[in-house]
């Protein structure tokens, strides 16, 4: 069992800045992929950006050259660093760890980062 909490959403100015971070308790040491997810109203949840155990990352086109993924395996803490935000940026936002070779799915809670145009 792992257990994530997010922190750092918020109201933002279309152009401004936030950083997200990802706390992990629990098992861990048995933590492969992280990555951070979105759900706009009306709309499936996505993904945003995965960064691996050996620090490989993948972002979402739309996010692309804007946001950046981070992760401190020692503190188990993970970072989205989201600069140029824009109302379609507007989301809750989910951090996700995938456990073990079979990578089972584990959530946070989630936080809204809303942009204002």
């Known amino acids: 069992q792992v257990r994530l909490v997010e922190s750092g959403g918020g109201l933002v100015q279309a152009g401004g800045s936030l950083r997200l971070s990802c706390a992990a308790s629990?098992?861990?040491?048995?933590?492969?992929?992280m990555g951070w997810y979105r759900q706009a109203p009306g709309k499936q949840r996505e993904l945003v950006a995965r960064?691996?155990?050996?620090?490989?990352?993948y972002f979402a086109d739309s996010v692309e050259g804007r946001f950046t993924i981070s992760r401190d395996n020692a503190r188990n803490i993970m970072y989205l660093q989201m600069d140029s935000l824009n109302a379609e940026d507007t989301a809750v936002y989910y951090c996700?760890?995938?456990?073990?070779?079979?990578?089972?799915?584990?959530w946070g809670q989630g936080t809204q980062v809303t942009v204002s145009s």
């Open positions: 996700n760890a995938q456990l073990g070779f079979v990578l089972i799915d584990y």
């Open positions: 629990g098992n861990t040491q048995v933590i492969n992929n």
């Open positions: 960064i691996t155990n050996d620090g490989s990352t």
